[in-house]
């Protein structure tokens, strides 16, 4: 069994002022909770100011020597060594202000057949369309590439058979049939009157 090198949890006691050592082996650092900001400094190189809950980095070449120090006496939790270390504690508050227009008029366009092999316009520009509805009908063998006149195969985005999806557009959509046969798709324009 090889030596696996893994990161762990410090919870470490800060005094104002005075400094605090450790020999770490690691290559990632992050900061799960502190009282305030601080200073922490790997291989008397990286030096990060201002490190504080919620901060954290990835060091290509990695550390062996951590040095921390406070301006207040604090407790601080980091989490060091090798690895990768995700905080999924993030929290969004307050309000965003958005007016939502919904759509007033929809427009069925014909069908569409995109031959194999080839790019192909489904949709021209529309200023009044808020979003375009795609769907390739779940009786076709192949999926399609979306983008501008200038798709080609694996660019752009991708919709697959059986799959609906809104676009928020008002320009011109191509598509690209990587395959080897016909695939048709459907369209509707949302629009605004």
Same mark, same amino acid.
């Given at each position: 069994?090889?030596?696996?090198?893994?990161?762990?949890?410090?919870?470490?006691?800060?005094?104002? !002022?005075?400094?605090?050592?450790?020999?770490?082996?690691?290559?990632?650092?992050?900061?799960?909770?502190?009282?305030?900001?601080?200073?922490?400094?790997?291989?008397?190189?990286?030096?990060?100011?201002?490190?504080?809950?919620?901060?954290?980095?990835?060091?290509? !070449?990695?550390?062996?020597?951590?040095?921390?120090?406070?301006?207040?006496?604090?407790?601080?939790?980091?989490?060091?060594?090798?690895?990768?270390?995700?905080?999924?504690?993030?929290?969004?508050?307050?309000?965003?202000?958005?007016?939502?227009?919904?759509?007033?008029?929809?427009?069925?366009?014909?069908?569409?057949?995109?031959?194999? !092999?080839?790019?192909?316009?489904?949709?021209?520009?529309?200023?009044?369309?808020?979003?375009?509805?795609?769907?390739?009908?779940?009786?076709?063998?192949?999926?399609?590439?979306?983008?501008?006149?200038?798709?080609?195969?694996?660019?752009?985005?991708?919709?697959?058979?059986?799959?609906?999806?809104?676009?928020?557009?008002?320009?011109?959509?191509?598509?690209?049939?990587?395959?080897?046969?016909?695939?048709?798709?459907?369209?509707?324009?949302?629009?605004?009157?």
């Amino acid at each position: 069994m090889q030596n696996q090198k893994n990161f762990r949890t410090y919870n470490i006691s800060l005094l104002a !002022g005075i400094e605090a050592n450790f020999d770490i082996d690691g290559t990632m650092y992050h900061v799960v909770n502190s009282d305030g900001q601080f200073i922490i400094v790997f291989d008397e190189s990286n030096r990060i100011t201002n490190a504080e809950s919620g901060t954290g980095a990835q060091f290509n !070449g990695g550390y062996r020597r951590v040095k921390i120090l406070s301006d207040i006496d604090q407790n601080v939790v980091l989490v060091m060594g090798h690895g990768e270390y995700k905080d999924s504690r993030a929290k969004l508050s307050g309000s965003v202000p958005a007016t939502l227009t919904p759509s007033e008029k929809t427009v069925g366009l014909a069908q569409k057949v995109c031959a194999a !092999g080839v790019r192909t316009k489904i949709a021209n520009t529309n200023l009044k369309r808020r979003e375009l509805r795609l769907c390739i009908p779940s009786d076709q063998n192949g999926g399609l590439y979306l983008g501008n006149s200038s798709i080609v195969a694996g660019q752009g985005g991708y919709i697959d058979v059986g799959v609906i999806d809104y676009l928020s557009t008002t320009s011109e959509l191509y598509v690209f049939n990587s395959n080897a046969f016909d695939v048709v798709i459907t369209l509707l324009d949302l629009e605004v009157l």
